[in-house]
């Protein structure tokens, strides 16, 4: 049995857009992505809402990767892939970050990943193959507070940054704003409609095969 872990943020948990429930497991891209795989494959579902990579604020606590990713490692190891799409949260204009700055979160969260395994070896087994996917970019603020002009230009400088961050750590890289369109949003210009989801999936299943077989 093969283990992947979807490690995201509300897109990938499954935030429904203008209502704020969750998509049943058969719409959103993760539960798709273990019906599509089939049998061989597990497919653990970890998305939260306002996650970011490194970033952590009072107003939404617990939502650092890298406050996480240790625990939720040690919960589902042995895993064959890690795919990790995050970045838009920390674009927030209260974050006061840039897109290299994310890189650098992205980076350190890598390095967690890494070192757990290096120094777990004897009960998680090997280090996992790594995907990093760039978010969507918002084409606009869809009115959120939260986010700003700038916003949107860091969120559309993060698929070079991370295709950056990808090959000096020997991870493989995906950019999903060239699977989706800002058609495909819902009325926030953030979260995915179901056919939104249902093209991720498809083409996350693609690279899964070729990942690891």
């Given at each position: 049995m093969k283990e992947i872990l979807c490690f995201g943020d509300s897109n990938t948990h499954g935030y429904m857009p203008g209502i704020g429930t969750r998509y049943t497991s058969d719409v959103r891209w993760s539960g798709r992505l273990g019906t599509l795989l089939g049998d061989g494959y597990h497919v653990v579902e970890e998305g939260m809402d306002g996650r970011t990579t490194a970033f952590e604020d009072e107003i939404q606590p617990y939502r650092s990767a890298l406050g996480y990713i240790d625990p939720c490692l040690k919960s589902h190891a042995p895993l064959d892939l890690v795919i990790l799409m995050l970045g838009t949260n920390d674009s927030k204009t209260r974050y006061h970050v840039s897109a290299a700055e994310i890189g650098f979160g992205m980076s350190?969260?890598?390095?967690?990943?890494?070192?757990?395994?290096?120094?777990?070896?004897?009960?998680?087994?090997?280090?996992?193959?790594?995907?990093?996917?760039?978010?969507?970019?918002?084409?606009?603020?869809?009115?959120?507070?939260?986010?700003?002009?700038?916003?949107?230009?860091?969120?559309?400088?993060?698929?070079?940054?991370?295709?950056?961050?990808?090959?000096?750590?020997?991870?493989?890289?995906?950019?999903?704003?060239?699977?989706?369109?800002?058609?495909?949003?819902?009325?926030?210009?953030?979260?995915?409609?179901?056919?939104?989801?249902?093209?991720?999936?498809?083409?996350?299943?693609?690279?899964?095969?070729?990942?690891?077989?």
């Open positions: 350190e969260l890598i390095h967690h990943i890494e070192t757990f395994f290096r120094y777990n070896k004897s009960r998680a087994g090997e280090c996992p193959k790594i995907l990093i996917i760039s978010p969507v970019p918002m084409p606009s603020t869809g009115g959120d507070p939260e986010m700003s002009e700038d916003s949107l230009r860091i969120q559309a400088e993060l698929p070079e940054i991370y295709r950056t961050v990808a090959a000096e750590n020997n991870c493989a890289f995906a950019e999903a704003g060239s699977w989706i369109g800002p058609e495909l949003l819902g009325s926030d210009c953030c979260h995915f409609s179901p056919e939104a989801h249902r093209i991720f999936a498809e083409h996350a299943a693609m690279l899964v095969r070729k990942l690891i077989g």
